[in-house]
């Protein structure tokens, strides 16, 4: 029991005098991109060899893949990781006569986890001068007015159809530089599938522009799921003196709206003259972070403003007819509401 007592005690000292493992200070800095080949903005017509990374330590393998991108991507991305190198080429090689840009994205790590904060860009030419263009935008949520996050945004080349692709960031804003002169498709979606490739069930927006060498293009793109309903009424009630009538989809609130659209009709068909109709509870309300302009927001409710009130204790059919949704459907519906009796006399 005794030399049982004894080799633990040893034990129990012997690990009281572990230390760590030598080594310098913790490492708590990214990854920083030391060489790249070839370099930026180089023309390179002969290129024919992955594009290559070099960073200043070695980085992890985890998600590389989804943080590389190629624009244009003529033929499927191959990625290779060496230590502190990555690699990157397309399967088919580097077409001649293109402008290609090679972006890697924040989020790939150390070994020490440690994350790249910004992205990663190389522009390279295998043939034509390289120009000084740009196109910056923003990705809103069409419904809440907020910015959209890891939404992917593609420049689509009209001429040829080559696709320029990149991410926005936390402010929903996204840049394109040094892609070709012309025409472009601007395409925002959410990529909720994760496979770079647009989704008919996925949020989205379109515009188009026109890009010269030397002059900065600017445009806003906000994200909506697709639709192939028009809206219909669901439902009324008072609002104190207005009414608000409910519809199942949500209502473009710039479209002109007159009082002759509602229909307001007593039980022994008197017919109420509307004064006001209007789109959401305050039609003067702005999107989240957009000073540039008063952006009224989409809403689901109709407020009506009788000319004169209500007669209490009594229902009301609301008939509204051509009033369209965010996707420029047209519908409308019926509805009744009953209002509140008249309080009793007082005593």
Known sequence: MKRAALLAAVLLAGCAHIEPPPGGPEDKDPPK??????????????????????????????GLRDAVLVSPRTSPLDVEHRGDELRIGLRR????????????????????????????????????????????????????????????????????????????????????????????????????????TLDPFEARDTARTTLAAGRGMTVRLRVLQPDTTAPKVASAQMADSLVEVRFDDH???????????????????????????????DAGRAAAGDTARAERLPSQSLFLRPARPLPPGTEVRIRVRDVWNLHGLVGGGETTLRTLAAPPPRP
Do not use: C, K
Not at 267 to 277: N, Q, R, S, Y
């Open 251 to 281: 209502l473009d609130p710039a479209q002109p709206l007159t009082p002759e659209r509602v229909t307001l009709t007593l039980p022994d068909g008197t017919v109420l003259p509307v004064a006001e109709v209007r789109i959401g509870a």
């Open 33 to 62: 991109l030391v060489a790249t080949r070839p370099d930026t903005m180089a023309r390179v017509p002969a290129f024919r060899d992955p594009v290559v990374l070099a960073f200043d330590e070695r980085i992890s393998e985890q």
């Open 93 to 196: 090689g580097w077409e001649a006569g293109r402008i290609y840009q090679v972006t890697l994205l924040p989020g790939i790590q150390d070994l020490f986890n440690n994350r790249l904060t910004a992205p990663v860009r190389l522009v390279f030419s295998t043939g034509p001068a390289i120009p000084d263009t740009r196109l910056t935008g923003t990705v809103l949520d069409r419904l809440t007015g907020n910015p959209e996050r890891d939404v992917r945004v593609e420049a689509i080349h009209q001429p040829d159809s080559l696709v320029y692709a990149t991410v926005t960031d936390s402010a929903g804003a996204f840049t394109f530089a040094q892609v070709p002169e012309g025409a472009y498709r601007v395409r925002a979606y959410r990529d909720v599938g994760g496979n770079r």
